[in-house]
């Protein structure tokens, strides 16, 4: 993997510095084969850039009036981030179904875009950072292990394989027309 073409493909864009740090140490695990590192920080990353979305998309036609000020700007921007992370009541924020329709019923993703997203959380996102081992195996393989020993054996291989899959996912999301924006808006 060419990590430095990766680095200064121009079509992946991140909304934050933070995100592109993320990216940059997936890639770095990646390359230092710490593949599952690699994946579970890209796991990571995968759910802001969509928490991130639904934060910020909804509240740039607000944001861009000028008769805001910074600080008007930035209390909008800090409700909107409160409300998805922890819930209007504080107890507990959007799943990340939740944020998936909020994001459909803005017209900033399809349904199908909004399909695969939420495919991609229960196939990979969750078991990733849940270690759910078997059920990876199971995905990745597309059979059961012959014995237990079979799925630390096969970590490595399991590993990189999703550091892969879930290292397109975020490219295809970062990169020009990840997101399928409503073009009637």
Known sequence: MDIEKRIKDKRIKFSSYAEDKMYREMLMNYENKLFTTAAVMGSLLFERII????????????????????????????????????????????????????????????????????????????PILHHLSLRLFKTIFNREPIHTFELDSMHDEMYERLAKIVLKEIEDLSSNGGFVVNKTK
């Open 51 to 126: 928490t991130v979305r639904l934060i910020r998309e909804p509240s740039i036609p607000v944001v861009l009036l000028k008769d805001n000020t910074i600080n008007e700007q930035l209390s909008l921007l800090k409700i909107k981030e409160e409300e998805v992370i922890n819930g209007s009541t504080g107890k507990r924020g959007f799943s990340f179904k939740q944020i998936t329709t909020k994001l459909k019923d803005l017209n900033i993703i399809d349904t199908d875009k909004k399909n695969k997203l939420d495919s991609f959380y229960d196939t990979y996102r969750n």
